[in-house]
């Protein structure tokens, strides 16, 4: 029922709202104000709740494919909580909105609802068509959005975005189609049966026509052109629902999606894990150059998000929880920075660094909520942000140690350009004039300085998000097996036992040399003109190193059990020390 | 005398005709307007037409359609009627070749 | 009795932080802040709780310490760590002074931030730095020290540029933060060293040395030595980063931009010491790693000496502090690097004092003078604050090792661990004294420029002239007392060795398995030794600077031509690494993403063209249109009739 209601019920309000007065933003705002808590609270509820999954109905059939899709939804703790980003995000910028976009408020809050609406559906989905119906829906109401409130080149940005957002998922439409013909219906663990069977050169091309649509989505490096447009010169509320929801939307897909259905070869894996990593050095470099506020906070969003990728394909036990909480707070701090930096623009009416400055001095408490998000922001230990971070550096790290030394250069990049921001922007000689009755609101403010407590809080606590993480629950395996009418064998944890199994994969590369290598490096030396003595030796030296390692492994093991030994006897030894 | 179906479907191909070239000959939008009509209910009656030759638990069928298209029908003169009126106050001209604003 | 709960001790600097945080917010759109008087015992408050409560505790310390664990922090499949706190030996004495001079300094504050704009936000920040450094000294397990670590960082940067309508204290502020940023990635990745050989288990202290006994008494060494290596130099980067060591120190010279408290107690008696705290918090480690720890040596050779003639060169009085700091936290890393642990904490711990002291009345210069920093504008202030002149004797005695002070006993004692390190033992200890000499040259310049002569400055000022009010006096004096007397907690040669006692059931085992050649040099002489550097350092300045004219201050204070080079060596070299990346910058913005916008711009023209193409098979009159559309239905119909129907 819950799920039901968090996806329809954002399109019923936006229907609802059509009565509110065009004319009033106060009036309509309360309607407003209130639908949003509303479905905060369902999200909530719903990540209280537990995994939910509803009845799988029958939605229609698609020309070709072999079975129908399915109206069907279910929750793990990955989507309830990027559902709660996008309710609570999509309230705090109906709240902010209310002075930003004061002319036709309505219109806005419309739009905010379907755009909810989409991004529920888009997380919640159980079914392969249904999320890409949402995927695809999200786009309108952003571009309507964007083209009827935003600033300046409102319309060139609009079309860009949709535009490119649409065509990059084009081919991911053909995909799927091509899946459909395949699959006995479209949920999810259909989708996976019929994946995993398809012949490797089909199921390639099916790989990368997804890993296009969630790309240019999130957005990683190469297909990144639509976001710094789009994000500068969408309202600022929107930015924040944009980036701290709907680019999530990328990663997500990236997560269940693609890592759960398709049986991943090491190429891919490492491909995507460099791709993010120069997603993220390329946001951070060109955050340091920008000068518009807002494309800063979208060059900062797009490195950030740059490292969940590459955390995601670090395909380490830790993925999971760590990426989950890495997306949380990015949603929550980045959301904040952007309305934040609305608020800004709202009184300086400008967002140029070069123009902004020294509003610490003239508006004190925007100033310190500034600046306290900006520390939320650079990861400080004891935010969400640093659990997110140490965590997805130490997934990548035991993948190697340049993808961590990259990441490491990241962070302290991501200082660089944080600090300059906010000097320019609170620091410094007061460069502009700032109305009064634009000022930022107590409402707006307590808002925003709840999200950021929450990203404190998150950062002590973390397991308020990790704990239970789930890809796909037993009731939800349940409901699609009697849907399908075939009982899925594959367990609930199929998707972990999936996710090491390519680890395992890489591990392979990396395994000692077996006999038939050694005596095809023997033939080819021989081909080469080495004498038999040097062949010999040399055979004989690698066979040592391989030896070696495999001892060194081997031990490092042994260390490893007698110092859990250790680390248990000294617990209570501890205990009793404080007695 | 029973009335032969082919001649109801000459008739109605005959009046399909007529107001396709009204609807392509004629300049002034209110005359296209009621070519495209008459083809509408050429059609409808084509179908009235054809649901005579079945037998009468399947003719109903093919009497109710042409009822929808006449609803459907009323409302897109409607339509059409006020968009007609909204050009000719805006362009003051009911001379279909003034207007190509469609071409890109 | 039962003893108070560890937490108790960042629980009120937090409440404090909270609190002052508050009111700073809540007050801030008001003309007039807060009542001054009121928010001052507020923040004083606190710290002397937080200090109350590590004096309980101290006192009834069993010998192996207190532990608590607090909660669970972070619980994901490869990272499990508590909240978690460990009191023993070596984090009371960080706590006794980091609390203590903590609780002197935010009195001091009181009466030199007074009439501040921000008055609460200063003492909120105070707090909050006393919190992160607390649980950094406190904490039992690295990921915690290091959300301190990274805590200290902020408050810095917080504090630094607390005067924030100068965008120069930003740039300050700035650059420590992102300098510091540098070393704390070589914390993290150091961490991440130590969870590959061991699990997060070992990021806690005790079963990090219980996993190093472990592989030690197995025979596992020679196997995990490369690995510990990478996690010590890393954590060896990150110390230097905190603590201003070569290659990271420019921060620290530039930090004086903020308020002098802050400069006398984050960047002279504590925050810069966390580094060492660090070392010695890992000994157990970095005793296994002899080649890191020369390079430690090294390092902090170097540093000791670099920072000690730059400091020649500095005419604003708080510079010469704190290249003196970099050049005494130098000392403390060449102590750590021979494996003389305690001996470099006994540093961190005397220093705190005199250098304290030394800044503080430096503020108290500074604020009689209303602002003036340069040496070159000062002179002849014996006689108008006198108080002030005493302390700052006091701590200048302190530094330099005249014996009997602080100095003396805890510099000594590290050249006298240098010269029996090992063979490159006597050389190391050539230069440590060699330093001293140079230490004492400056310290004496520093003294006679502002106190002795004539004054130099403006008639106009010279009336203005006064004594600090008694709430800036009084922890000045006590700090003095400090410099004075920490010395006898570790007099070894009149036979005081509390301060080692102390330490060694942390440091002690570690220690001991350094074999060092016993040392065949009658103590004495080192003290003679040392003291003649002293004394020499002092005649050297007196006959340089005592009666010589003083130049004629001309434009800022910053040393210029070949002193410059020197002084702003390192600022030289990261900014080649600054313009090293901005050049990059500048290539992925004007190349690569020129090159992305262009290949869209390519497709979405190609598109267009096409486009363009087929728009152009539109007839302009719409009747002719539908005649065409009607044509060409009529077409499809004959064709699929032709070919024989759809079916």
């Keep these: 029922m819950l799920l039901h209601l968090l996806v329809l019920a954002p399109f019923i309000a936006a229907i609802l709202m059509v009565a509110t007065s065009k004319e009033d933003p106060k009036s309509s705002s309360r309607l407003a104000f209130l639908f949003g808590i509303a479905f905060v609270a369902m999200s909530v509820a719903l990540i209280a709740g537990g995994a939910q999954t509803t009845q799988a109905m029958e939605w229609f059939r698609i020309p070709g494919a072999k079975g129908p899709a399915f109206y069907y939804l279910y929750s793990s703790s990955l989507s309830s909580w990027m559902v709660l980003l996008s309710t609570g995000l999509s309230l705090v910028a109906l709240i902010t909105a209310r002075n930003t976009t ?195 906070l979208a060059f900062s969003s797009m490195g950030h998000l740059g490292l969940a990728v590459a955390g995601v394909f670090s395909l380490s036990e830790s993925m999971l929880p760590a990426v989950l909480v890495l997306l949380v707070a990015h949603g929550l701090s980045a959301g904040a920075q952007f309305l934040l930096m609305g608020i800004g623009e709202r009184m300086t009416g400008t967002r140029e660094l070069d123009k902004l400055g020294g509003l610490a001095r003239k508006t004190p408490v925007f100033g310190s909520l500034f600046g306290f998000v900006a520390v939320m922001a650079l990861a400080v230990p004891g935010t969400a942000g640093f659990v997110g971070e140490f965590g997805v550096l130490l997934s990548l790290w035991n ?181 | 005398m029973e009335l032969q179906a082919i001649y109801v479907q000459i008739l109605a191909l005959v009046i399909f005709a007529i107001g396709l070239i009204v609807a392509i000959s004629r300049r002034n939008i209110f005359f296209v307007l009621m070519g495209v009509e008459l083809a509408l209910n050429a059609v409808n009656l084509s179908f009235v037409g054809f649901a005579k030759t079945l037998p009468a638990a399947q003719s109903v ?35 279909s070749n003034d207007f190509s604003n469609m071409k890109g | 009795m039962t003893n108070l709960p560890l937490w108790f001790i960042p629980l009120f600097p937090l409440i404090g932080t909270v609190l002052l945080g508050v009111i700073a917010v809540i007050s801030s759109g008001s003309k007039k802040g807060p009542s001054e008087g009121f928010i001052g015992a507020l923040a004083v408050l606190f710290p002397a709780l937080a200090f109350a409560s590590v004096v309980l505790l101290a006192l009834n310390m069993p010998a192996e310490g207190l532990r608590s664990t607090l909660c669970n922090w972070i619980d994901i499949p490869m990272l499990k760590v508590d909240i978690g706190f460990l009191f023993d030996g070596l984090s009371r004495i960080m706590l006794l002074f980091v609390t203590g001079i903590g609780t002197l300094i935010a009195l001091y504050s009181i009466g030199y931030m007074h009439g501040d704009r921000g008055f609460t936000r200063f003492f ?50 700035n650059k420590a933060f992102i300098v510091n940023r540098v070393g704390d990635i070589g914390f993290l990745l150091g961490m991440l060293v130590l969870c590959t050989i061991g699990g997060s288990a070992i990021l806690n202290y005790d079963s990090l040395a219980a996993f190093i006994q472990m592989i030690v008494s197995g025979g596992h060494v020679d196997i995990v030595i490369p690995f510990l290596s990478l996690a010590g130099l890393c954590f060896f980067i990150g110390c230097t980063g905190k603590s201003a060591q070569i290659p990271l120190l420019t921060w620290l010279p530039d930090a004086m931009a903020g308020p002098t408290p802050v400069s006398a107690l984050i960047h002279a008696a504590t925050m810069v010491t966390s580094g060492v705290y660090l070392l010695a918090r890992l000994c157990s480690m970095f005793v296994l790693i002899p080649d890191v720890l020369t390079i430690i040596t090294v390092v902090g050779m170097l540093t000791a000496f670099w920072a000690a003639v730059a400091g020649l060169f500095q005419n604003d009085i708080k510079k010469v502090l704190a290249y003196s700091t970099i050049s005494q936290l130098g000392y403390m890393f060449m102590a750590a690097g021979v494996a003389a642990f305690d001996a470099s904490i006994f540093h961190v711990f005397t220093h705190a004092f005199f250098k304290a002291a030394l800044f503080l009345g430096a503020g108290a ?112 004096v006590l700090l003095a007392a400090g410099a004075v007397g920490a010395g006898y907690l570790w007099a070894e040669s009149i036979g005081l060795t509390t301060f080692e006692q102390a330490l060694e059931p942390v440091v002690g085992a570690a220690q001991a398995s350094v074999i060092h050649a016993a040392a065949h040099v009658n103590p004495m002489v080192f003290a003679g030794l040392g003291t003649a550097a002293a004394l020499l350092g002092v005649a050297i300045a007196y006959v340089k600077f005592g009666k010589a004219r003083i130049p004629e201050a001309k434009g800022s204070s910053a040393p210029t031509g070949k002193m410059a080079t020197w002084t702003f060596l390192f600022d030289i070299i990261h900014g080649w690494f600054v313009a090293l990346t901005n050049i990059v910058a500048w290539i992925v913005d004007n190349c690569i993403d020129k090159l992305v916008q262009f290949v869209q711009w390519l497709i979405a023209g190609i598109v267009e063209i096409l486009g363009d193409g087929a728009a152009s098979f539109q007839v302009r009159k719409v009747r002719l249109q539908l005649a065409l559309s009607v044509a060409g239905v009529v077409a499809l119909v004959v064709v699929v009739l032709l070919t024989g129907g759809l079916i």
């Design chain 1, 102 to 296: 004061c002319k036709n408020y309505r219109n806005f809050a419309i739009g905010i609802f379907a755009l909810m609406g989409a991004m529920n559906g888009t997380f919640l989905a159980g079914d392969i068509v249904l999320f890409f119906f949402f995927f695809e829906a999200m786009v309108i109401p952003a571009a309507v959005l964007i083209a009827g409130f935003g600033g300046k080149e409102r319309t060139k940005s609009a079309m860009t975005f949709a535009i490119y957002t649409l065509v990059g998922s084009a081919p991911m439409m053909v995909a799927l189609w091509y899946v459909l013909t395949k699959a006995d219906n479209s949920l999810l663990l259909s989708v996976i049966t019929a994946v995993q069977t398809m012949d490797p050169s089909a199921q390639k091309a099916v790989l990368i026509c997804f890993l296009l649509a969630f790309m240019v989505k999130t957005p990683i490096f190469p297909f990144h052109g639509w976001q710094a447009i789009s994000y500068s010169e969408a309202p600022a509320p929107l930015s924040a629902i944009l980036t701290g929801a709907m680019s999530k939307a990328g990663v997500f897909g990236l997560i269940v999606w693609v890592l759960v259905i398709f049986p991943l070869d090491p190429g891919v894996v490492s491909t995507m894990m460099w791709l993010g990593l120069a997603t993220a050095v390329y946001g951070a470099l060109m955050a340091l150059r920008a000068n518009d506020a807002k494309k800063l």
């Design chain 3, 365 to 476: 210069v500074i604020h009689s003078l209303a602002g003036e920093q340069d040496m070159r504008k000062m002179g002849g202030l014996a006689k108008k604050v006198p108080v002030t002149a005493g302390v700052m004797l006091l701590a200048f005695a302190a530094i330099i090792g005249l014996p009997g002070f602080a100095g003396f006993w805890s510099k000594d004692l590290i050249l006298e661990k240098l010269y029996v390190s090992g063979p490159m033992g006597p050389f190391f200890y050539g230069v440590g004294l060699l330093t001293a000499v140079i230490t004492a040259v400056y310290m004496s310049r520093l003294i006679i420029l502002t106190f002795f002569g004539e004054y130099r400055g403006s008639k106009e000022s010279e009336k203005h002239i006064h004594e600090a009010p008694a709430c800036m006096l009084i922890p000045m």
């Design chain 2, 61 to 95: 069928a093919g009497q109710i359609v042409p009822l929808f298209a006449i609803a459907v029908a009323a409302a897109e003169a409607c339509v059409g009627l006020a968009m007609v009126i909204m050009i000719f106050r805006n362009r003051e001209s009911v001379d």
């Design chain 3, 124 to 173: 909120a920040y105070i707090n909050l730095f006393l919190f992160s450094m607390i649980v950094l000294v406190l904490s039992d397990s690295l990921l915690l020290t290091f959300l301190g670590w990274e805590g200290v960082g902020l408050c810095s940067y917080l504090l630094i540029g607390f005067w924030n309508h100068d965008v120069n204290n930003c740039k300050a502020a």
């Design chain 1, 399 to 579: 993948a190697g140690p340049l993808p961590a030394l990259v990441a490491g250069l990241c962070i302290i990049l991501s200082a660089a350009y944080m600090l300059r921001f906010v000097q320019k922007v609170i620091f410094g000689e007061q460069k502009c004039e700032v109305a009064d009755e634009k000022r930022m609101t107590a409402l707006e403010g307590s808002s925003i300085a709840i999200m950021a407590v929450l990203l404190l809080a998150f950062g002590m606590h973390p397991a308020f998000v990790t704990k239970d993480l789930n890809f796909v629950s037993d009731e939800a395996v349940a409901e699609m097996s009697k849907a399908s009418g075939t009982a899925f064998a594959i367990p609930a944890k199929e998707s972990d036992e999936d996710l090491s199994a390519a680890a395992d994969g890489v591990d392979a590369v990396a395994a000692p040399m077996s006999e038939e290598d050694f005596r095809q490096l023997d033939s080819n030396l021989a081909a080469n003109g080495f004498s038999e003595e040097e062949r010999a030796s040399l055979i004989k030296q690698l066979r040592e190193m391989d030896k070696e390692e495999a001892d060194l492994n081997a031990q490092a093991d042994e260390i490893d059990a007698t110092a859990k030994e250790a680390a248990a006897t000294e617990a209570p030894a501890a205990e009793g020390g404080n007695k």
